[in-house]
């Protein structure tokens, strides 16, 4: 069984700043790459960023390019998200989710594992 566990959520002002951490545990399994996705109520799930996970080259979407950055740490399986500058429109439930095989890192359907998710609210 994999778990994928976040943390680090919570309630922000906006311009504040936020690190969203996700442990993988359970048994081995191969990690092609981690990603964070968000979701709003109403709306699909969208892809926020991700990183590969061998060599460590990222992705972002464009509305978190210059203000959020995705990390890991190989030995802890661990990947973290930090946000900078949060924004009202950054309010979702942060999603961390792992790509066992090789292939697009922007879509939800490619990824095989979950967390439960990590609330962010960015409200004054």
């Known amino acids: 069984q994999v778990q994928l566990v976040e943390s680090g959520g919570g309630l922000v002002q906006p311009g504040g700043s936020l690190r969203l951490s996700c442990v993988a545990s359970?048994?081995?399994?191969?990690?092609?790459?981690m990603a964070w996705f968000r979701q709003t109520p109403g709306k699909e799930r969208e892809f926020v960023a991700a990183?590969?996970?061998?060599?460590?080259?990222?992705y972002y979407e464009d509305f978190v390019k210059g203000r959020f950055t995705i990390s890991r740490d190989n030995a802890e399986n661990t990947v973290y998200l930090q946000m900078n500058s949060l924004q009202p429109e950054d309010t979702a439930l942060y999603y961390c989710?792992?790509?066992?095989?090789?292939?697009?890192?922007?879509?939800?359907?490619?990824?095989?594992?979950w967390g439960q998710g990590t609330q962010v609210t960015v409200s004054s």
């Open positions: 990183i590969n996970w061998a060599i460590g080259t990222t």
């Open positions: 359970g048994r081995t399994f191969n990690k092609n790459a």
């Open positions: 989710a792992a790509q066992t095989r090789g292939g697009s890192v922007w879509f939800p359907d490619l990824y095989d594992y």
